[in-house]
């Protein structure tokens, strides 16, 4: 079956704590985001990559990383957790092109306390 | 600047009724536009998309979109709600001469069918 898997679902955390949040695709695809979800802002892009090794920033990148090293897996790392940083993250895959839609993981709740 | 519009926060229809979500986009070049739905304690699923071509555009569950160029709008519409339809459903465009393949999202509208 074609999915995005994200890992954990769940996750409270204490500020400053280094976390990691998983995400693979198993569609080949080159392209995959990162984005956070908070009522009334829809969804801002924190991330993306265009292939393996080729990553950017997107509207609200302050205080993630991520990575590519292979290109199922991109993972999004909180090196220095905030209470700011508390929201619904998804990550996303698709072929590279204006015109092709996104597939999304099942989302992973993050609380900062 | 790019950006996408979603009018109205919460849509109340009754269960068999047409339903309609509004989307307003604002791009410098032409746009491709998207809606995609998310249910409770879920992740967007993709419902449609208009790229070219007929301004109608079909997509999952019985949903359609009209793209309007003159309107900049695309709205969702569907001709009888099922209770099944409530979830929260967002718009996106991404602009064709978009080099990062960058999706722009509405605020979301939050629908909600009553029996």
């Known amino acids: 079956e074609a999915q995005v898997t994200q890992n954990p679902r769940y996750l409270i955390t204490v500020t400053g704590k280094k976390l990691t949040v998983t995400c693979s695709q198993n569609?080949?695809?080159?392209?995959m985001s990162w984005y956070r979800q908070d009522p009334g802002l829809g969804l801002r892009q924190i991330y993306y990559?265009?292939?393996?090794?080729?990553?950017d920033k997107g509207d609200v990148p302050e205080g993630y990383k991520v990575s590519r090293k292979e290109k199922r897996n991109f993972p999004l790392i909180l090196e220095s957790p905030s209470p700011n940083q508390t929201s619904l993250y998804f990550c996303?895959?698709?072929?590279?092109?204006?015109?092709?839609?996104?597939?999304f993981g099942q989302g992973t709740r993050l609380t900062v306390v | 600047a790019q950006s996408v519009a979603q009018p109205e926060d919460q849509v109340n229809v009754a269960e068999g009724n047409p339903l309609t979500v509004k989307c307003t986009y604002s791009?410098?070049?032409?746009?491709?536009l998207f809606w995609y739905v998310q249910y409770p304690n879920r992740g967007l699923q993709f419902l449609l998309k208009?790229?070219?071509?007929d301004n109608l555009v079909k997509g999952s569950y019985g949903f359609e979109a009209e793209f309007n160029k003159s309107q900049t709008s695309f709205h969702l519409k569907k001709p009888s709600a099922l209770v099944s339809d409530s979830a929260l459903y967002f718009c996106?465009?991404?602009?064709?001469?978009?080099?990062?393949?960058?999706?722009?999202w509405g605020a979301g509208t939050k629908l909600i069918i009553k029996p």
């Open positions: 996303a895959s698709s072929l590279r092109g204006v015109n092709t839609e996104a597939f």
């Open positions: 569609m080949n695809h080159e392209y």
């Open positions: 990559s265009m292939n393996v090794e080729v990553t």
């Open positions: 791009v410098s070049g032409n746009p491709y």
């Open positions: 208009y790229i070219t071509g």
């Open positions: 996106a465009v991404r602009d064709t001469r978009s080099s990062n393949y960058q999706l722009i």
